[in-house]
T-cell receptor, first 115, second 109 residues
Framework: DTAVSQTPKYLVTQMGNDKSIKCEQNLGHDTMYWYKQDSKKFLKIMFS???????INETVPNRFSPKSPDKAHLNLHINSLELGDSAVYFC??????????????FGPGTRLLVL | KNEVEQSPQNLTAQEGEFITINCSYS?????LHWLQQHPGGGIVSLFM???GKKKHGRLIATINIQEKHSSLHITASHPRDSAVYICAVNKGGSEKLVFGKGTKLTVNP
């Protein structure tokens, strides 16, 4: 059973298109995250949701819109894709009870290439 | 300057060697994480610690809160340990993780 899954694994698209990446976790966790890993392999948080509510929103262009239909899913929609959006996007989840920091479980990543 | 610094950036070792990867941070933290990113890209959490030392198999992680420093040790290294090891911290009691740039480890047979 996959704990944190993402679809698609690979996404190649043209500049200007709109695309979505889906994430699902079957761990029963309350908190989910989106991270971006750039070409230099540097990871950076984009968003975090706790029980469907946005709790972390880093300085990310508003072309990126996360949506959490329930606490097991956190999808990432990207409008008007740009070349600089090419990266690997990782979803993660944790059972963050209150303010207690918890181990995060990562999805396999979605490799986005914008041409 | 990045809030989380790792050294070395790249490390090549022979099978069987003892490996140490260092992480220093400049912010107040509530926990520190060591992650492993395999050559295929998947990320696995190895340790989360807020004090002292943790051991799992051949891996040992230590943290010194006063010195704002953590080390990840691998004993009897093996080629399958080849990966990028990433240090990350929970900044100021938040779920938000701030990452180091990673240490690429290559263990040769």
């Amino acid at each position: 059973d996959t704990a944190v899954s993402q679809t698609p694994k690979y996404l190649v698209t043209q500049m200007g298109n709109d695309k979505s990446i889906k994430c699902e976790q079957n761990l029963g966790h309350d908190t989910m995250y989106w991270y971006k890993q750039d070409s230099k392999k540097f990871l950076k948080i984009m968003f975090s949701y706790n029980n469907k509510e946005l709790i972390i929103n880093e300085t990310v262009p508003n072309r990126f819109s996360p949506k959490s239909p329930d606490k097991a899913h956190l999808n990432l929609h990207i409008n008007s894709l740009e070349l600089g959006d090419s990266a690997v996007y990782f979803c993660a989840s944790s059972q963050a009870v209150g303010r207690i920091e918890e181990t995060q479980y990562f999805g396999p990543g979605t490799r986005l290439l914008v041409l | 300057k990045n809030e989380v610094e790792q050294s070395p950036q790249n490390l090549t070792a022979q099978e069987g060697e003892f490996i140490t990867i260092n992480c220093s941070y400049s912010v107040g933290i509530s926990a520190l994480h060591w992650l492993q990113q395999h050559p295929g890209g998947g990320i696995v959490s190895l340790f989360m610690l807020s004090s002292g030392k943790k051991k799992h198999g051949r891996l040992i992680a230590t943290i010194n809160i006063q010195e704002k420093h953590s080390s990840l040790h691998i004993t009897a290294s093996h080629p399958r340990d080849s990966a990028v090891y990433i240090c990350a911290v929970n900044k100021g009691g938040s779920e938000k993780l701030v990452f180091g740039k990673g240490t690429k480890l290559t263990v040769n047979p």
